[in-house]
């Protein structure tokens, strides 16, 4: 299928130019000028076409909409932060957002609708889940219970992010401060994390990108970009 008559964004001269896009199934397979009288050509005359956005923070559990942001599913029936999250998901792509970075879900309903956009059963982004949010022990977790993940000391910190992991993550979120939504309690510029606790957590996500082969009858580290 061709896209017609449109202008396309060319990063590396930083402006539009006048292009014809052909489509595969799978993706772009051409940038160029559409063959006379291409079956299936839809006109885009007049239209800018941009490449996907990414957007490296947001929260499709949370809904933004609501004036009290603090508890916001305290009385939710089963299901519905799921169907709010995939209909949140389904905006972003709406929107242009083809890559999202979900830094902070809700018991893990986010990479529930991550597995269901990747199974091509509900549209949306591609979705980089943390899970569980990793943080000290604090008066905040009352306000985001299925977000925030309570550990304290490296070792608690590790399991808590391997805790993750196991539950489907792609990365590891630290709140190396306080957040600016909180309890009168938590300070959003004080340090909360200490730096061996965070080592700690990043040690853990590290590990997900390294893997072992043996060559020449030696085992050898194998670590993936």
């Keep these: 299928m061709w896209l017609k008559g449109g202008r396309v964004y060319d990063h590396r001269k930083g402006g539009f130019r006048a292009a014809d896009i052909r489509l595969d199934g799978t993706g772009i397979a051409e940038i160029g000028k ?37 508890d916001p599913w305290g009385n939710a029936l089963p299901g519905t932060i799921a169907l709010h999250a995939a209909r949140m998901a389904g905006k972003l792509l709406d929107c242009g ?7 902070g879900g809700w018991d893990y309903h986010e990479i529930a609708v991550r597995e269901a956009i990747n199974a091509g059963h509900i549209p949306g982004p591609r979705l980089y889940c943390a899970g ?26 590790r399991a808590a992010a391997r805790k993750q ?24 510029e004080a340090i909360q994390y200490r730096l061996e606790e965070i080592r700690a957590a990043v040690e853990i996500a590290a590990l997900r990108r390294v893997s072992f082969v043996m060559k020449d009858g030696r085992i050898h580290r194998n670590d993936r970009a």
């Excluded at 957002?97 to 830094?103: H, K, L, M």
């Excluded at 569980?132 to 910190?157: C, H």
């Design 165 to 188: 992991l196991s539950m489907g993550a792609d990365l590891i979120k630290v709140m190396a401060t306080g957040a600016i939504t909180s309890t009168k309690y938590e300070k959003a």
């Design 97 to 103: 957002i083809t890559t999202a970075r979900e830094v």
């Design 34 to 70: 559409a063959p006379r009288g291409a079956k299936g050509a839809i006109d885009l005359e007049g239209a800018y076409l941009l490449p996907g956005f990414f957007d490296c923070h947001v929260h499709i559990t949370l809904d933004t909409t609501a004036a009290d942001p603090n």
């Design 132 to 157: 569980r949010l990793l943080s000290i022990t604090t008066s905040t977790t009352a306000y985001y219970r299925g977000m925030y993940e309570e550990a304290d000391g490296v070792e608690a910190v």
